[in-house]
């Protein structure tokens, strides 16, 4: 870039010395009003320089000018580009959007739904324990009626054998 800079300011001071070159010629034009061959082949020199390098300019301009236009073609090519894949990224999220607000909602249904017959479980195991402990007295109280009864049984049969052997013996002892 400061190369490019360099040779434009020297592209520059050349013109300006051309042009003061051709002014100096067209200043001496009016004092002897006809050229010198010299003269004439300097300022012809100096107006070829110059329309040299007007046209290097014109020349370099338009490369500029075309390299410009490419870099904005590569750009706006870029851009849509880039645009396309943002609308397929937000296509993308929106589908998952509407499905995770959807699932989240029937979540929510199902907390709903879900609390009173928590409530209702735990009602219900207490309930049931409370129940089974009852159950559970009942059937200890059950178990020592049953051995309360065994023995009673085998107490009143013990002392029925006893009677019978004691009348028994009170039969025999009459005979």
Same mark, same amino acid.
């Given at each position: 870039m400061q190369t490019d800079n360099?040779q434009?300011c020297?592209?520059?001071? &050349?013109q300006?010395?051309t /042009? *003061?070159q051709a002014a100096q010629i067209s200043g001496?034009?009016s004092f002897?009003?006809n050229?010198s061959?010299?003269?004439?082949e300097m300022?012809?020199?100096?107006l ?12 370099k301009k ?8 490419? &870099?904005l073609?590569r750009?706006?090519d870029?851009?849509k580009?880039l645009?396309g ?6 296509g /993308?999220?929106d589908p *998952?959007?509407k499905?995770?607000a959807?699932?989240r909602?029937k ?5 709903k739904?879900?609390k009173p ?19 559970n007295?009942?059937?200890?109280e059950k178990v ?5 009864? *065994?023995?009673l049984?085998?107490?009143s049969e013990?002392?029925?054998?006893k009677?019978?052997?004691?009348l028994?013996?009170?039969v025999? *002892?009459?005979?």
């Open positions: 360099r434009s020297e592209q520059q001071q &050349q300006q010395q /042009l *003061m001496s034009l002897n009003g050229l061959k010299e003269e004439e300022s012809k020199s100096a070829s320089t110059f329309r040299a390098k007007e046209e290097e300019i014109e020349k338009l490369e500029v000018k075309e390299r410009v236009l490419a &870099q073609g750009i706006e870029e851009t580009r645009a894949i943002r609308e397929e990224l937000e /993308l999220a *998952m959007k499905e995770v959807l699932v909602k979540i929510d249904s199902v907390n739904e879900l017959l928590g409530q209702t479980c735990q009602k219900k195991e207490r309930e049931y324990k409370e129940a089974l402990d009852a159950f007295e009942k059937n200890k020592q009626l049953i051995n309360r009864l *065994m023995e049984v085998s107490e013990k002392l029925r054998m009677k019978l052997e004691e028994s013996k009170s025999e *002892m009459l005979r």
